[in-house]
């Protein structure tokens, strides 16, 4: 069974401030992806990245980072400089490989940051 | 494209009532998936569809939720009979195999309260 873990409730920041918000993945598949979603409060899911299972490469994406460290079964995801516009609700998922069939994702609980001007 | 497509945005209905929430997916995508979001057990998978057809409907809560996919343009979601408990957000989202990306793409959801 697939699970992922978020294990930040809740984070509170101020503005400028740099912030990680952690991910901890279960799964038995050998090929699998790992996403990161935004829900504003306004409701909707914003994608933000993709990583395939096999591509542990870093990324960065203007403010935004993730670590993708397969030895501990991690994706961390880094705000650079936080802004208000931050604040929201991240999800970590997890879906399966296309070789799998699984291909719907499994969510983490969600971490909400709260960024104070 | 416009994106996935759901209405309505918000519903409010009796205990008792049939509920029908919709779905139009991105042209294109072969996937869709109903999801259901509530405070208590966050985001989970209700069904999802390939091909039109249901892969997995291991989500569905019981026999009063059913979901049907006549065709790749539309996709139903039906509460018979609807009760408090049922009162969440639900979300349809649409993805593709065939191109690089293949993160599910989220329609906005549909707000709906039981009473």
């Known amino acids: 069974a697939q699970k992922v873990t978020q294990a930040q409730t809740e984070i509170s920041v101020v503005e400028k401030e740099d912030v990680t918000l952690d991910c901890v993945y279960e799964?038995?598949?050998?090929?699998?992806?790992l996403f990161w979603y935004k829900q504003p409060p306004s409701g909707e899911l914003v994608f933000l990245i993709r990583r395939n299972s096999f591509d542990e490469q870093n990324e960065i994406s203007g403010r935004y980072s993730w670590n993708f460290q397969k030895s501990t079964s991690s994706f961390n995801f880094t705000i650079t400089a936080s802004q208000v516009v931050d604040s929201a609700v991240y999800f970590c998922a997890l879906s399966g490989g296309l070789d799998t069939g699984r291909r719907a994702l499994t969510f983490g609980s969600g971490t909400r940051l709260q960024v104070q001007p | 494209d416009a994106g996935v497509i759901q209405s309505p945005r918000h519903e409010v209905t009796e205990m008792g009532q049939e509920v029908t929430l919709r779905c139009k997916p991105i042209s294109g995508h072969d996937y869709l998936f109903w999801y259901r979001q509530t405070m208590m057990r966050g985001l989970e998978l209700l069904i999802y569809f390939n091909n039109n057809v249901p892969i997995d409907d291991s989500g569905m809560p019981e026999d009063r939720f059913s979901a049907k996919m006549p065709n790749a343009s539309f996709s139903t979601l039906k509460i018979q009979p609807s009760e408090p408990r049922d009162s969440a957000v639900y979300f349809c989202?649409?993805?593709?195999?065939?191109?690089?990306?293949?993160?599910?793409?989220f329609g906005q959801g549909t707000r709906l309260t039981v009473v």
């Open positions: 989202a649409s993805s593709s195999d065939e191109t690089v990306n293949t993160e599910a793409f």
């Open positions: 799964t038995r598949d050998t090929t699998y992806y």
